[in-house]
């Protein structure tokens, strides 16, 4: 698999341009991490400074440049190369240069599944017998019964019906504001 990728820059001079009259370009790009490609672009050349110049001035840039590569890809066996590259006179101070980095031989990892069920080996527990045995003979439990407020009911008529202490009855309720077909807890002494 190849992946080509652009990068644009540009390049301003110290002095006027008024024509390019040869360009070269160079690269130390290399892999330095597992998925980082990191160097230079060197772009050299010489140029005509006005149209009745007859030396030459030379030119000579580096530009750095890093790439990054997504952790998908294999790449301990890629080259690096310049695909295309192309320049373009702005102004008569600017270059705008055009390169295209071409990356061959990235190969996509094989994707691993780990299955995130784990299996283990559960080993025989004792029996239990009976639920009650961890229970202790000398401990009080406190049984409940529930009353639906019928029409007719007022807290009075439901302390004397169940024969309990209006007191006891606010531990287990809140009394303010009863209603038809409310709940109410009633604490047995069993």
């Known amino acids: 698999m190849e992946k ?4 644009k820059k540009n390049i301003p001079f110290k002095t006027n341009i008024y024509e390019i009259t040869s360009v070269s ?16 672009f060197i772009i050299s050349g010489t140029y005509k400074i006005t149209s009745s110049s007859l030396n030459l001035d030379e030119f000579n ?6 790439i990054n590569i997504d952790k998908k890809y294999e790449t301990k066996d890629i080259t690096i190369d310049i695909n295309d590259f192309y320049y373009e006179l702005i102004n008569n101070k ?11 031989n990235l190969e996509e990892k094989e994707e691993t599944f780990i299955d995130e069920e784990k299996t ?23 049984t409940y019964k529930v009353h639906i407020v019928t029409e007719n009911d007022t807290i009075e008529s439901i302390t004397q019906k ?14 303010t504001g009863l209603k038809l077909g409310d709940k109410i807890i009633i604490p047995t002494d069993d």
């Open 4 to 7: 080509i990728i652009s990068f």
């Open 94 to 104: 600017e270059l705008l240069v055009n390169i295209e980095v071409i990356i061959e």
């Open 25 to 40: 370009l160079e690269h130390t790009l290399s892999l330095k991490e597992e998925n980082l490609i990191i160097g230079n």
């Open 61 to 66: 840039f580096e530009v750095p440049l890093e």
């Open 162 to 175: 169940y024969g309990i202490n209006i007191n006891k009855l606010e531990l287990y309720n809140d009394l």
């Open 120 to 142: 283990e080996k559960i080993e025989p527990q004792e029996a239990v017998t009976s639920i009650f045995e961890s229970l202790d003979d000398n401990e009080n439990y406190v």
